[in-house]
């Protein structure tokens, strides 16, 4: 192949379950690493610098909480959470923890597929759309490059989805922005869940900033969508 493959890190500890997945991808033109445990995960990681994970949320020596956890402080790689619970709470776990999608045992491959293509668009689209590094809301700022924010000097810990939220949001300041270009633009088009996530992710920002705060930064246009407002700009 003249392009270098795209390196995929699977981590499930169920071997046929893994061996599939790698056979797929492999036919699909995936370069495939497999690690059986969470320990092995955070070991391959470092090793074999992947471009995406696959990462089982129920795992021995490490679960694949712990182990989205602490490779988010190191990388921000997309990282796919498979789980065999279906339950609201196991995913939105997944994904405070940094996870960028999840999937659902017993899964299609088309389907898994389909997400690897998403996760790796959106990060290629965060790479190349040139957009600054510093963005502001009033006394809010968001460092896209350093992947911080901070309110008045004070630091605010997000998790990475409510970061992209947050940093999507602040781009489109003082536009109402739909729940539907808000799921398109921050967990992409291919997203298969449900669509009030959006809410329960707004929630957490308000929770973790306006409410912190004291603030009003996120309104809500009920019927239509959600906008920070820059009350500066519209005073």
Same mark, same amino acid.
């Given at each position: 192949?003249?392009?270098?493959?795209?390196?995929?890190?699977?981590?499930?500890?169920?071997?046929?379950?893994?061996?599939?997945?790698?056979?797929?991808?492999?036919?699909?033109?995936?370069?495939?690493?497999?690690?059986?445990?969470?320990? /092995?995960? %955070?070991?391959?990681?470092? #090793? @074999?610098?992947?471009? +995406?994970?696959? $990462? !089982?949320?129920?795992?021995?020596?490490?679960?694949?909480?712990?182990?989205?956890?602490?490779?988010?402080?190191?990388?921000?790689?997309?990282? /796919?959470? %498979?789980?065999?619970?279906? #339950? @609201?709470?196991?995913? +939105?776990?997944? $994904? !405070?923890?940094?996870?960028?999608?999840?999937?659902?045992?017993?899964?299609?491959?088309?389907?898994?597929?389909?997400?690897?293509?998403?996760?790796?668009?959106?990060?290629?689209?965060?790479? @190349?759309?040139?957009?600054?590094?510093? $963005?502001?809301?009033?006394?809010?700022?968001?460092?896209?490059?350093?992947?911080?924010?901070?309110?008045?000097?004070?630091?605010?810990?997000?998790?990475?989805?409510?970061?992209?939220?947050?940093?999507?949001?602040?781009?489109?300041?003082?536009?109402?922005?739909?729940?539907?270009?808000?799921?398109?633009?921050?967990?992409?088009?291919?997203?298969?869940?449900?669509?009030?996530?959006?809410?329960?992710?707004?929630?957490?920002?308000?929770?973790?900033?306006?409410?912190?705060?004291?603030?009003?930064?996120?309104?809500?246009?009920?019927?239509?969508?959600?906008?920070?407002?820059?009350?500066?700009?519209?005073?």
């Amino acid at each position: 192949m003249d392009e270098k493959a795209i390196k995929v890190l699977i981590t499930e500890d169920e071997a046929r379950l893994a061996r599939f997945m790698e056979l797929e991808l492999k036919h699909e033109g995936y370069d495939v690493v497999i690690a059986e445990n969470g320990r /092995i995960a %955070i070991e391959k990681f470092y #090793e @074999t610098s992947p471009d +995406i994970m696959l $990462l !089982d949320l129920m795992l021995p020596e490490l679960n694949g909480i712990e182990v989205c956890r602490r490779i988010r402080k190191e990388s921000d790689i997309p990282i /796919i959470m %498979i789980t065999a619970k279906g #339950e @609201t709470m196991d995913k +939105i776990a997944g $994904l !405070d923890s940094g996870a960028d999608d999840y999937i659902t045992k017993p899964f299609v491959i088309e389907e898994l597929l389909a997400r690897i293509r998403a996760a790796l668009r959106r990060t290629n689209m965060e790479k @190349t759309n040139g957009e600054e590094d510093i $963005l502001t809301l009033r006394n809010l700022t968001v460092d896209t490059s350093r992947h911080t924010v901070t309110f008045d000097d004070m630091e605010i810990e997000l998790t990475k989805r409510e970061f992209d939220l947050l940093a999507y949001l602040i781009r489109n300041k003082n536009i109402v922005i739909t729940r539907e270009q808000i799921l398109n633009q921050v967990w992409g088009y291919d997203y298969f869940g449900e669509t009030n996530i959006v809410d329960v992710y707004i929630r957490y920002l308000r929770t973790k900033i306006d409410d912190r705060f004291g603030v009003k930064f996120i309104h809500t246009i009920r019927g239509v969508g959600y906008f920070a407002k820059d009350e500066e700009q519209n005073s």
